[in-house]
């Protein structure tokens, strides 16, 4: 079974400029996720979809952050613009009943 | 508010010894915890779940306790290998929720 495939894998940019991440789910997995892992903590959630609902995006920062799940698959994930303090992993994950599936992650450094 | 504590930022062991690993939370509705084990450039990879009903599940060399009193949680791992070097996060959640939360992980080495 492939796992989750997340692109680019490394993203260099410099801060106003917009960036984004892509995610693309094991298959059948209703459920994704987007985390942000700053360096020396645990993964924080930024937004789950269930299909191509977003039903919890609470934590995420919706004046500068955006994300899309069209057709119930893979997903998109947009800084626009980006800032210093967005350096980060952007780990996607997902699942249908079991743990959390996590994808390798993009590492995003803000110049 | 920091729900879920991994206290110990780093862990050395020797191979072969055990390496021990804990966790604290503080929410008492978490009756749902994993262990997720990570190396450099890759995603968290699932270890090891526990649920509230149980204090103890065993997985090859590697076990969890929970001591639900104390809302403590450890990963014991027997014997300790060179592979094993990475680090170990803590989750807590409910088993009927979606919410997860981690603790900052502890990055186990473990040496020949």
């Known amino acids: 079974e492939a796992g989750v495939v997340q692109s680019p894998r490394y993203k260099i940019i410099e801060k106003k400029q917009p960036v984004a991440f892509w995610c693309n789910p094991i298959?059948?997995?209703?459920?994704l996720y987007w985390y942000r892992q700053n360096l020396g903590q645990g993964p924080e959630l930024l937004i789950r979809?269930?299909?191509?609902?977003?039903?919890?995006d609470s934590q995420l920062p919706k004046d500068r952050f955006s994300a899309e799940r069209l057709k119930g698959v893979d997903s998109t994930l947009k800084i626009q613009p980006a800032e210093l303090g967005d350096s980060a992993v952007y780990l996607c994950?997902?699942?249908?009943?079991?743990?959390?599936?996590f994808g390798p992650g993009t590492r995003l450094t803000v110049l | 508010d920091q729900q879920v504590k991994q206290n110990s930022p780093s862990l050395s062991v020797q191979e072969g010894r055990i390496s021990i690993l804990n966790c604290d939370y503080t929410?008492?509705?978490?009756?749902?915890f994993l262990w997720y084990k990570k190396y450099p450039a890759e995603g968290p990879t699932f270890l090891i779940s526990i649920s509230s009903i149980k204090d103890k599940n065993e997985d090859g060399r590697f076990t969890v306790f929970l001591n639900k009193s104390a809302k403590h949680l450890s990963l014991h791992i027997v014997p300790s290998q060179p592979g094993d070097s990475a680090v170990y996060f803590c989750a807590a959640g409910s088993e009927t929720g979606y919410a997860l939360n981690f603790g900052k992980g502890t990055s186990l080495l473990v040496t020949p």
């Open positions: 994950a997902s699942r249908l009943t079991g743990p959390r599936v």
């Open positions: 298959s059948g997995h209703n459920t």
């Open positions: 979809y269930e299909n191509e609902e977003a039903v919890d």
């Open positions: 929410n008492s509705m978490f009756d749902y």
